[in-house]
C-alpha cells in the first residue's frame, strides 16, 4: 500500500483547504482510510476515517462540523476537506489506512501511512 498526502499549505484563520491522499497498491472496498495530524511537541492525533465500501464517516469533536472527509473510488484518492480553519489546527496532517472496518482512532491501529503534509494557519 502506497499512500501520497499532498494539498497542505498557509492559510489565514477562517479559511479553508483541500487535502488529498492518493491510495496505490491494493483494492481498498476493505480498508478504512484516515487522517491524522500532529504539532509540534504534541502526539499524533486522529482527525476523521472513512470506510471505503460505505462511507461512513468518523471525526475527532474538535473538527466536527469544520471538516470533511470523502473518497473518490475511481481516482483512489480521500480527501479531507477543511473549513473555518483555527491557529491550533497548525499541524503536520497524515493519511493512514488500515484493512478492516472499523475505524480506530488510535494512530497505532494504523499500519499504512503517508508523508505529512503541512498545514500552517495564521491568526
Known amino acids: 500500500v502506497q499512500l501520497q498526502a499532498y494539498g497542505g499549505g498557509l492559510v489565514q484563520a477562517g479559511g479553508s483547504l483541500r487535502l488529498s491522499c492518493a491510495a496505490s497498491?491494493?483494492?481498498?472496498?476493505?480498508?478504512?482510510m484516515g487522517w491524522f495530524r500532529q504539532a509540534p511537541g504534541k502526539e499524533r492525533e486522529f482527525v476523521a476515517a472513512i470506510r471505503w465500501s460505505d462511507e461512513i464517516t468518523y471525526y475527532a469533536d474538535s473538527v466536527k462540523g469544520r471538516f470533511t472527509i470523502s473518497r473518490d473510488n475511481a481516482k483512489n484518492t480521500v480527501y479531507l476537506q477543511m473549513n473555518s480553519l483555527k491557529p491550533e489546527d497548525t499541524a503536520v496532517y497524515y493519511c493512514?489506512?488500515?484493512?478492516?472496518?472499523?475505524?480506530?482512532?488510535?494512530?497505532?491501529?494504523?499500519?499504512?501511512w503517508g508523508q505529512g503534509t503541512l498545514v500552517t494557519v495564521s491568526s
Open positions: 497498491g491494493r483494492t481498498f472496498s476493505s480498508y478504512v
Open positions: 493512514a489506512a488500515r484493512y478492516s472496518n472499523n475505524a480506530y482512532t488510535n494512530y497505532v491501529a494504523y499500519p499504512y
